[in-house]
C-alpha cells in the first residue's frame, strides 16, 4: 500500500504558532497543549489549537483557567463546546465556537454559542473559522450582545 501525503493545513488568520505534529501511515495528529494528547488533525481541530495559542499567547489567559471540548446541557441535551475560559472563581469569562476554514459563520452559528451560554452564562463571546473571528461581550442590563473588534486581555476578576 502507497503511502498517504497530507497537503498542509490552511494558513488562517491568526499569528504564527508553533505545534507538535505527529503523522502515521494513515493520520496525522496535533497535541493539545490543554488536553494534553494527540488528536486527529481536522480543520476544525486546526482552528481549535489556534485559538487556543491565541487566548494563550495574545490574551493572556492562563491555561489552567480554559477547558477544551467539554460538556454542557442545552434543554436537556448533552452538547459539546469548543473552548471555555473561566474566571479564577469557577464561573464563565469566555465561550468560543469553532467551524472549519471551509464553513461559513452564520446565524445558525450564533444560534448554537448563544444556546450554550443559556446554561454557560459567559461575559464574553467568540466565533471563529480561522479565517474570520466574531466577538461579543454580553450586556446583561439589557439582555444583548455587543460585538467588539477584539477580546480584551483577559482579567482574573469578574467584573
Request: glycine share 4%; aromatic share 14%; with cysteine.
Amino acid at each position: 500500500m502507497g503511502k498517504l501525503y497530507f497537503r498542509a493545513m490552511q494558513k488562517l488568520n491568526f499569528p504564527s504558532y508553533s505545534f507538535r505534529l505527529k503523522s502515521t501511515e494513515n493520520s496525522r495528529s496535533i497535541f493539545s497543549i490543554l488536553r494534553k494528547k494527540f488528536l486527529v488533525l481536522t480543520p476544525e481541530e486546526w482552528v481549535r489549537q489556534h485559538c487556543v495559542h491565541y487566548l494563550i499567547k495574545e490574551k493572556n489567559y492562563s491555561q489552567r483557567l480554559l477547558a477544551e471540548e467539554g460538556k454542557v446541557m442545552v434543554n436537556n441535551l448533552s452538547q459539546r463546546f469548543d473552548i471555555v475560559g473561566f474566571y479564577r472563581d469557577g464561573s464563565t469569562q469566555l465561550i468560543v465556537e469553532c467551524k472549519a476554514p471551509e464553513v461559513k459563520i452564520t446565524q445558525d452559528t450564533f444560534d448554537q454559542i448563544a444556546r450554550y451560554n443559556m446554561t454557560l452564562d459567559a461575559t464574553y463571546l467568540m466565533v471563529s473559522n480561522g479565517l474570520n473571528h466574531y466577538f461579543c461581550q454580553l450586556d446583561k442590563v439589557n439582555k444583548s450582545y455587543i460585538f467588539l473588534k477584539d477580546l480584551p486581555l483577559f482579567s482574573y476578576t469578574n467584573e
